[in-house]
């Protein structure tokens, strides 16, 4: 076998240091693999970092577009139910005015039937209703008493 010389580096692509030998090389290339290292992986953060910042950025304006948005839909929705408020109250009214007039003509109804009771009577014995020329000669009943108050009120 080959005897080595002590003063020989053992590792041939690393060169021996003359303050400490070959410990000492190896602290100190640890030290710049380290700090190179480092500056690699800061290089790397800051890039990363760069990303996020950007996809931030993103993020932040996707959610003012979509607060926007939502100031928009809500506002058409407060308008839609405005609206249909208005129409729920104009629906009651008509509903109440409906009803108003429906009683009202019932009770129109009712003072005509008695009306034509008491001017032309007859009698169940005698079958059937008035006839016709009975009818004719009672006069229109667009001139009843109770019909011209009806219209009066209006």
């Not at 410990?23 to 800051?46: F, S």
């Not at 009651?92 to 005015?97: D, F, G, L, M, S």
Request: one cysteine or more; glycine letters at 6%.
């Amino acid at each position: 076998m080959d005897s080595v010389s002590p003063t020989a580096s053992l590792i041939p692509w690393q060169p021996s240091f003359p303050d400490g030998g070959v410990e000492a090389g190896y602290e100190a290339l640890d030290a710049n693999q380290q700090l190179q290292q480092a500056m690699e992986e800061r290089a790397q953060l800051e890039v990363h970092l760069g990303q996020v910042m950007g996809s931030l950025k993103q993020l932040q304006m996707e959610k003012d577009q979509h607060a926007e948005n939502l100031k928009g839909e809500s506002a058409l929705w407060w308008q839609r139910m405005r609206e249909m408020s208005e129409q729920v109250h104009a629906l009651r009214e008509e509903t109440v005015h409906s009803m108003s007039r429906v009683q009202e003509l019932e009770t129109i109804l009712a003072e005509l039937r008695n009306q034509m009771a008491e001017s032309h009577p007859w009698s169940p014995q005698q079958g059937a209703q008035p006839s016709c020329e009975a009818a004719l000669l009672r006069g229109p009943v667009s001139q009843s008493p109770a019909l011209m108050a009806v219209d009066e009120r209006r």
